[in-house]
């Protein structure tokens, strides 16, 4: 009987989901050369606070171009990396570059800015976590400082002694935490006041309808007294309209991110926004001439 089960079941799983499992394959495959081929390269989005307008920090993102497939988004294939253990190799390559990255536009002489860098379950669990992350701040000359990590809920709930002992030792090197996609995983309040993070980040998801839900425009206040009574900053994620960019400025909301200021873009375009944003403050137009 479970053979003829068996049976059935495997011809509704060739049917069904032979597309997504055999994509899966060919992915896998590709990942596990992709790095020592050079096929990812980081994106940085840069986080503003909702007051000076001003840009004070930028998140990393990884894209990876595939050589038939062409740019991969990290939702198809971070998953993979996580399930087959690559994402080890390919988070540590992506501290590395944002960490020398950052030093970089420091060196430039730009305004500092926060590197975020968004670390995943298999990455965090790892024994060597903090040996990673202390050799891509040696190996970079980064101030600790200057990094910061985005961990999920879900992320530190697995297990809860051990995340809360491992972020307490990230703090104490200097590097601050954030709560990514807040909101969508389930923290008690009692596990999130012991947590030793800096910003919870609103998810995006409550973002996108922020203007005419009701209900999104009061998990978005309550998340922010919430933030603010636990003397963290929040951020928004995935703000892509004026009328979000106002209603979070008018409830208090400290920092935004999202397409209305600016999309993911290469470091170049970081660089020539710190730029402007320095030329800005001065009082002067893109030739050194002043505004007014
Ligand atoms: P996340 O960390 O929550 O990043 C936010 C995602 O929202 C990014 O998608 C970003 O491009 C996108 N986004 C930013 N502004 C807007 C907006 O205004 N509207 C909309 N609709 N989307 C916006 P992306 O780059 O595709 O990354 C997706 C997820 O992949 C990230 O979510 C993060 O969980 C993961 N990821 C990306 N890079 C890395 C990485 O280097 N390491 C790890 N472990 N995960 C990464
Ligand atoms: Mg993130
Ligand atoms: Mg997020
Ligand atoms: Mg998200």
């Not at 939702?75 to 253990?85: H, K, N, Q, V, Y």
């Not at 024994?127 to 190996?139: G, H, N, S």
């Not at 992320?155 to 601050?176: F, H, T």
């Amino acid at each position: 009987r479970a053979k003829e089960m068996g049976n059935n079941n495997f011809q509704f799983y060739t049917r069904e989901m032979n597309a997504s499992v055999e994509e899966k394959l060919v992915l896998l495959e590709g990942l596990r050369g992709a790095l020592d081929d050079g096929q990812f390269h980081l994106l940085y989005q840069p986080k503003v606070d909702l007051r000076s307008g001003l840009i004070f920090g930028v998140e990393a993102l990884i894209r990876w171009e595939h050589p038939e497939h062409g740019v991969v988004s990290p939702m198809r294939f971070i998953g993979l990396a996580e399930e087959s253990g690559l994402i080890v190799a390919i988070g540590d390559w992506v501290l590395h570059t944002a960490c020398r990255q950052n030093k970089a536009w420091q060196d430039a002489g730009l305004a500092p800015v926060t590197m975020s860098v968004n670390v995943s379950p298999r990455q965090f669990e790892e024994k060597r976590l903090i040996d990673r992350v202390a050799a891509a701040l040696r190996e970079s000359a980064l101030p600790a400082a200057a990094l910061e990590l985005e961990v999920t809920e879900s992320l530190i709930m697995r297990d809860l002694a051990q995340s809360v002992g491992k972020m307490r030792e990230l703090k104490a090197m200097g590097i601050s935490l954030s709560i990514d996609d807040f909101g969508t995983g389930y923290s008690s309040l009692s596990a999130l006041k012991s947590f030793p993070i800096s910003t919870l980040k609103i998810d995006k998801s409550f973002v996108r309808e922020l203007a005419d839900n009701s209900d999104d425009q009061a998990i978005a206040m309550a998340v922010i007294s919430l933030g603010h009574m636990l003397n963290l900053r929040v951020i928004a994620e995935g703000v892509e309209t004026e009328q979000q960019c106002t209603f979070l400025r008018d409830n208090d909301c400290d920092e935004m991110q999202g397409y209305l200021f600016s999309r993911p873009v290469p470091a170049e375009q970081i660089a020539l926004l710190l730029e402007e944003q320095a030329r800005m403050q001065a009082g002067c137009d893109s030739a050194g001439r002043p505004l007014f």
